[in-house]
């Protein structure tokens, strides 16, 4: 345990944050995992730390968004919240924050590199703010989400990535080859409280790409992503 504290300067330096109590930090980076096979552990895990994060994350981005975009209507300010928030860019903002050298995670945890690793970093992120927030202030807070957050509206705006992924596809396509694109599941399994599927979008007779998800409506939006990475279009 020494070893991980220690490593803690590090961490704060690359946040620009000093903890005043450093269990804050390391409670925030303990995934429920680690508990499961380090049940002694003096600290518990990151899940009331991530709840109350989120809180502040919101409303601290809702309020830069508020003040920075005056004309602009509340559907559209709730778009770019939900761009700026959602797990997939937190999680990103928690990789270059250097997070995943520090997560407490049990070893099969740790091995896992995919979407459930995502979920986890994104969730740390928000435990992080909350741990910043009960530590130094809801001043702290702010000015840490604005510093290394709200730089990446500049390019959600300019890649329009605050629309869903069906509308930008279904936009870009029209726009560039002047065909709608059509989705047709592919692939089903699993009994209906559990069914998975797999959808394919179609620019005419084109299969551009396939995306797979709990229903047919995140399926299709899993393959109308996959289909702008594969044409290039964002």
């Known amino acids: ?26 409670q925030a980076l303990t995934h429920r995992s680690y508990l499961n096979e380090n049940p002694n552990s003096r600290l518990g895990q990151n899940e009331r730390l991530e709840f109350l994060g989120d809180a502040v994350l919101e409303l601290v981005v809702t309020e830069a968004l508020y003040s920075e975009f005056p004309e602009k ?9 939900a761009a700026l928030v959602n797990s997939k860019m937190l999680s990103d903002v928690g990789v ?5 050298d520090f997560l407490l995670l049990s070893r099969g945890e740790a091995k896992d590199v995919g979407r459930a690793r995502q979920f986890i970093l994104a969730n740390a ?7 910043i927030y009960l530590d130094k202030g809801y001043e702290a807070a702010k000015e840490f989400i604005v510093r290394v957050l709200m730089p990446y509206l500049k390019d959600i705006l300019e890649k329009k990535l605050y629309k869903d992924s069906k509308s930008l596809f279904q936009e870009e396509a029209q726009d560039r080859v002047g065909i709608t694109p059509a989705y047709e599941v592919l692939d ?5 409280h559990d069914k998975h599927f797999v959808v394919g ?4 007779q084109e299969l551009v790409a396939k995306g797979e998800g709990p229903s047919k409506q995140i399926a299709e939006a899993e393959s109308a992503r996959a289909g702008l990475h594969e044409k290039g279009w964002l």
């Open 188 to 192: 089903e399994w699993g009994p209906d």
């Open 125 to 131: 992120f928000e435990a992080l703010v909350g741990a």
């Open 1 to 26: 345990m020494k070893i991980f504290v220690n490593n803690l300067s590090n961490l704060e330096k690359d946040l620009g944050i000093s903890f005043i109590n450093k269990d804050y930090l390391q």
């Open 73 to 81: 209507p509340e559907g559209e300010l709730t778009s770019f919240r």
């Open 96 to 100: 270059a924050l250097g997070l995943n």
């Open 201 to 204: 979008v179609y620019l005419g």
